[in-house]
């Protein structure tokens, strides 16, 4: 088993249609040291889809990681395979989605309750690359809810050679609740993945669900390895300006939302220069100033057309001079 030497103490979660590599860019500005993840890619997008654009990412972004979703060991090796030649740092299995076109193809949640085939996915990846092999996992599904059914599906995985489980700290309905009612109606257990990580200590425990502020995610690190925050570093994303000075003790000077801005609008000309629409990427920003007094505009800005008689550079310059003005 390869050591896993990626400092995990905070990660920014996997995330459809949000966590692209501009978002990741962005998430970058705001903390060095948290760990990236794509949004998950199906063995089957990346074997016969548009590689270039589902792996392309930016080195600064380091460390990343790639989930993947499938069930087929020779495939999930063969993706694990191709991200580790593009200089992805981890690949995680995605065992933790319920929606209905996931359960179709008999991956994600649905395969908590396949602990050998979990295995042999694990396995088959971890036989294959140098990278560590990761699994993002509920604490269980529909009625095989108890500590006993996590226990059994983290000890054989873990067997198989996986020592780092993320665990979204609330189980998944398979049938009935929307992919969005999965995140919000089952009930948050924290306790339980703590005492996942009493019963497992060397094993390496990331949990998720739920956190909004760094002062819970610190307090969560004297339970577990790491913390993964999905939503919030959307919505709000901000709030993780100070989660490299509390949880990695980096003295590095706070940034302001400015300079962050500023830093973003460099990145974004020089992609929509290489071809990316504008929207693609002032679209992760909108949170930027959540709970501001200048959030309403910036927000209005950032969402209408842009006016025709700007170039992109202008554009985004206009954006910041009117934040820049807005007392905050
Ligand atoms: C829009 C959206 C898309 C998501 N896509 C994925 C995904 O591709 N893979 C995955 O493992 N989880 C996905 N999730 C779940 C998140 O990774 C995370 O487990 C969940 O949102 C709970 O964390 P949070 O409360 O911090 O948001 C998604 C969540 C959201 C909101």
Not at 90 to 113: H, K, T, W, Y
Not at 257 to 282: C, D, M, W
């Amino acid at each position: 088993m390869p050591t896993n030497q990626i400092d995990r103490r905070l990660s920014i979660a996997p995330m459809m249609d949000h966590t692209d590599k501009h978002f990741r860019y962005f998430m970058r500005l705001l903390s060095k040291h948290a760990v990236l993840y794509t949004e998950m890619i199906t063995t089957g997008a990346l074997i016969h889809g548009d590689r270039k654009r589902f792996l392309e990412f930016n080195q600064i972004e380091h460390p990343l990681a790639i989930q993947l979703g499938g069930n087929n060991p020779a495939n999930l090796a063969e993706c694990a395979h191709i991200a580790e030649s593009e200089g992805y740092d981890e690949v995680n299995l995605n065992i933790g989605c319920p929606s209905d076109r996931v359960q179709n193809g008999q991956f994600g949640a649905c395969l908590m309750s396949n602990t050998e085939l979990v295995s042999d996915c694990v396995n088959k990846i971890q036989s294959t690359v140098k990278i560590p092999v990761t699994v993002k996992t509920r604490i269980g599904i529909d009625e095989q809810d108890s500590y006993e059914f996590l226990e059994k599906f983290v000890n054989t995985v873990s067997v198989a050679g996986c020592n780092t489980f993320i665990i979204h700290a609330r189980k998944a309905l398979l049938s009935g609740l929307s992919p969005k009612q999965n995140r919000e109606i089952p009930p948050l257990n924290y306790e339980r993945v703590h005492k996942i990580k009493q019963q497992f200590p060397s094993l390496n425990i990331t949990i998720n669900g739920g956190f909004t502020e760094l002062a819970q995610i610190k307090s969560q690190l004297e339970h577990v390895d790491g913390v993964m925050v999905g939503r919030a570093a959307y919505q709000n994303p901000f709030m993780l300006v100070q989660a490299d000075k509390l949880l990695y003790e980096d003295d590095s000077p706070l940034q302001t939302r400015e300079e962050i801005l500023g830093k973003f609008k460099n990145y974004a000309v020089e992609q929509i220069e290489s071809g990316f629409n504008i929207k693609s990427l002032t679209r992760h920003i909108i949170g930027l100033y959540q709970g501001q007094s200048g959030a309403r505009k910036y927000r209005r800005m950032l969402s209408d057309a842009i006016p025709k008689e700007l170039n992109a550079c202008q554009y985004l310059d206009k954006v910041i001079q009117s934040v820049s003005r807005t007392p905050t």
